[in-house]
């Protein structure tokens, strides 16, 4: 009884390690929108299949049932679709979408990111444009993911209405991040 005891429980240990690996790659909605690859939807689909393979085993040799099996194998598939909502999937591209509202190439951007200049501070200082019309157009294309995924059915519109202020306030970080100018030795 003991061993058998041991033996489920470091089964319950792989089949923990492997669920988290699962759950860390199966491909949620992407950052900047772009299609899933039939590669991401394998990579989770072969995961699967290697825990089945290990369960299989264990109902081989006695250890757990068939029906412990297919249990543990929906369990698994119900956690990776419950996964927690990320706010940074829905920001998107903020230096190409900031190059966008710009006008700006995106290397000519980065050059002044790294000279020390936040996003906002290079859009107040280009003509025409605004810090706060950045964040507004940041925060629209941001919007449109997230209404793209509640149109997906890839989250609920309660789900949509906690993030966008998440994603909002980390838009607003990301555009008045600035980085202290590089030291230069003379």
Do not use: C, W
Not at 74 to 87: E, F, P, Q, S, T
Not at 88 to 97: A, L
């Amino acid at each position: 009884m003991r061993k058998l005891i041991v033996v489920i429980g470091a089964t319950l240990i792989g089949v923990g390690a492997l669920t988290t690996s699962v759950l860390a790659n199966t491909p949620g909605p992407s950052a900047t929108a772009v299609p899933q690859t039939a590669n991401s939807g394998d990579h989770a689909a072969k995961v699967l299949d290697r825990l089945n393979d290990v369960l299989v085993g264990l109902v081989r040799n006695g250890v757990i049932t068939t029906q412990q099996k297919d249990a543990i194998l929906d369990a698994v598939k119900n956690a990776a679709g419950r996964r927690d909502l990320d706010a940074r999937q829905f920001i998107g591209d903020v230096v190409k979408g900031t190059s966008g509202y710009l006008g700006i190439p995106v290397a000519e951007l980065k050059a002044q990111v790294m000279k020390g200049k936040s996003l906002g501070e290079i859009a107040n200082a280009t003509a025409g444009k605004s810090r706060e019309g950045l964040l507004d157009a940041l925060d629209r294309a941001a919007d449109a993911r997230i209404k793209a995924a509640v149109d997906a059915g890839k989250i609920t519109a309660a789900q949509a209405d906690q993030l966008r202020p998440k994603v909002h306030e980390a838009i607003l970080k990301i555009v008045d991040h600035d980085r202290p100018a590089p030291v230069v030795s003379q």
